[in-house]
């Protein structure tokens, strides 16, 4: 709305009611944030409409990027959570090798409904994986229309990701869970892959720093950016 948009210096609590449906895009002039029963909030002062932007969280399997996620969306007003790994499971019989590059188009058609229509978009898994043709589809996407990108590696000591694994294991045969990789040797093959082609983004290791902690870094990343 037209008032809204002259208000500038509007403060607001971001607590996952309203202001995540706000018609507007907030540049944060400043942030801050505190804890309350354990709870995360974030207090931003809006100063100017900002540009669209994707928030990718890259990292190996069982480093905590859905959990992070979940965290920045539970805060960041007007975003939307856009998962290859969640298309995945609509397919009756998805095979990586054959179906990444169709599951890659989808999520981007995806992202540009959503930012089309006025949303931020969080990418829970890394589209490292792509080929280099699909990524200069996303990459020509964005300049072409502005869009700011966020990325951010997540990770873990490698014995601390493979006990994550088994416990992983354990809950898909409780029936709790759904995955793909069953076994160590199936994980350290996407883990030495992983490895191999990831970017020297800003690093947080989720043994050493709480979620929300990271979800702190993180938001102050973006609003310095």
């Not at 499971?89 to 989808?106: F, G, H």
């Not at 229509?117 to 969080?122: Q, R, S």
């Not at 992983?194 to 702190?216: L, R, S």
Request: hydrophobic letters at 40%; charged letters at 25%.
């Amino acid at each position: 709305p037209s008032q809204a948009r002259e208000l500038k210096n509007l403060s607001v609590i971001i607590t996952g009611t309203a202001n995540h449906r706000a018609q507007m895009r907030p540049r944060w002039r400043s942030m801050s944030f505190e804890r309350s029963a354990g709870e995360l909030r974030v207090n931003i002062t809006k100063h100017i409409i900002m540009k669209p932007f994707v928030l990718q969280i890259h990292g190996p399997i069982c480093s905590g990027k859905t959990t992070i996620v979940k965290i920045l969306h539970k805060e960041l007003p007007r975003t939307f959570i856009i998962s290859a790994d969640r298309l995945k499971w609509l397919m009756s019989d998805y095979q990586p090798k054959a179906d990444r590059e169709t599951i890659s188009l989808m999520v981007l058609d995806i992202i540009k409904r959503a930012l089309e229509a006025g949303w931020n978009v969080i990418q829970d898994s890394s589209m490292l994986w792509i080929e280099q043709a699909t990524k200069k589809m996303y990459q020509d996407y964005y300049e072409e229309n502005g869009i700011i990108q966020h990325h951010f590696n997540l990770a873990a000591p490698l014995p601390v990701l493979l006990h994550r694994l088994q416990t992983r294991i354990e809950e898909e045969r409780k029936g709790n869970m759904r995955i793909l990789i069953k076994d160590e040797t199936a994980y350290m093959r996407s883990y030495t892959r992983y490895q191999e082609i990831k970017k020297d983004y800003p690093t947080f290791d989720t043994t050493e720093k709480e979620a929300q902690t990271i979800a702190i870094e993180i938001l102050e990343h973006i609003n310095h950016a």
